[in-house]
């Protein structure tokens, strides 16, 4: 049974830091390339970021370059997003999602295995 547990999520001010986690179970985690997601109140769910399974290519959207980070450990099944500098559009629940191969894209359909999502708010 596939089964993903995403942590991490909760209230952070303008500027502060949050680390969200992605634990998978059920599949073959290190073949799978693992992206995060988002859907802010009201708007579409979008790519944030990208890790590919050979832990190679990282891929961000444009909004979070140079303030989120991705990185996996293979070792734990897990997956993180590094966000600082965070900014009220950052929030929005976050969800991470699995799809095989070693390469990332922001193409919500062709991923084959999604979490329940976590919440994250930026506000003062």
């Known amino acids: 049974q596939v089964q993903f547990v995403e942590s991490g999520g909760g209230l952070a001010q303008p500027g502060g830091s949050l680390r969200l986690s992605c634990a998978a179970s059920?599949?073959?985690?290190?073949?799978?390339?693992i992206g995060w997601f988002r859907e802010a109140p009201g708007k579409e769910r979008e790519g944030v970021s990208c890790?590919?399974?050979?832990?190679?290519?990282?891929t961000y959207a444009d909004l979070v370059k140079g303030r989120f980070t991705i990185s996996r450990d293979n070792a734990k099944n897990t997956v993180y997003l590094q966000m600082n500098s965070l900014k009220p559009e950052d929030t929005a629940v976050y969800y991470c999602?699995?799809?095989?191969?070693?390469?990332?894209?922001?193409?919500?359909?062709?991923?084959?295995?999604w979490g329940q999502g976590t919440r994250v708010t930026v506000s003062s």
């Open positions: 059920g599949f073959a985690f290190s073949y799978y390339s």
């Open positions: 999602a699995a799809i095989r191969g070693p390469f990332c894209t922001t193409s919500i359909g062709e991923y084959d295995y």
């Open positions: 890790i590919s399974s050979d832990r190679i290519r990282t």
